[in-house]
């Protein structure tokens, strides 16, 4: 699953953690957002999925208001210790610019299937339909991940703050 983070860095020039796919024991999973000053500003918003750190980039970052709707764009699995990765990426590494925590904690699946149960959260991705629950100190309460239909490549998401928590 960290196949296209690996192959996109050279870990001898950047800081950026190499990582392995792993399992964490707490029962919670966690997310953090971190503010990426690379070419373009832009928000990664990452999950904990089975191990890596699911990740989209919302160039306007979470929305704090459910009447807005933020384009989030699907990028590449992190691994586990990129959550707490702070600094500087160099200049002309891919990402060059500075990462710093926007906000982190824990989330909870909320996503039903038809009969009621639980959705698992690789399931609900890539079924293109992820509702969460955050528990963060900025991101608080229910939001939704919806993949739209119209674009080319399927990596572009709207991330939706929902009005019922
Ligand atoms: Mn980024």
Do not use: C
């Not at 990129?82 to 989330?107: A, H, L, N, Q, R």
């Amino acid at each position: 699953m960290l196949k296209e983070y690996k192959t996109k860095r050279d870990f001898k020039k950047t800081s950026e953690p190499a990582g392995s796919s792993r399992k964490r024991s707490s029962a919670q999973p966690m997310f953090v957002v971190q503010e990426h000053h690379s070419s373009h500003l832009h928000y990664d918003v990452r999950l904990e999925i089975d191990g890596v750190l699911a990740s989209w980039a919302v160039p306007k970052g979470p929305p704090l208001d459910p009447a807005d709707k933020r384009l989030a764009v699907k990028t590449e699995d992190h691994p586990m210790e990129y959550g707490t990765f702070e600094g500087e990426i160099p200049k002309g590494e891919y990402g060059g610019g500075t990462v710093s925590m926007w906000d982190k904690g824990t989330y909870e699946n909320s996503k039903l299937k038809k009969d009621g149960i639980l959705m698992s959260m690789k399931s609900a991705v890539k079924a293109g339909h992820i509702e969460i629950i955050f528990f963060g100190k900025k991101l608080k309460g229910k939001y939704a991940f919806i993949r739209t239909a119209f674009s080319g490549e399927k990596k572009n998401w709207l991330m939706i703050k929902m009005k019922i928590t």
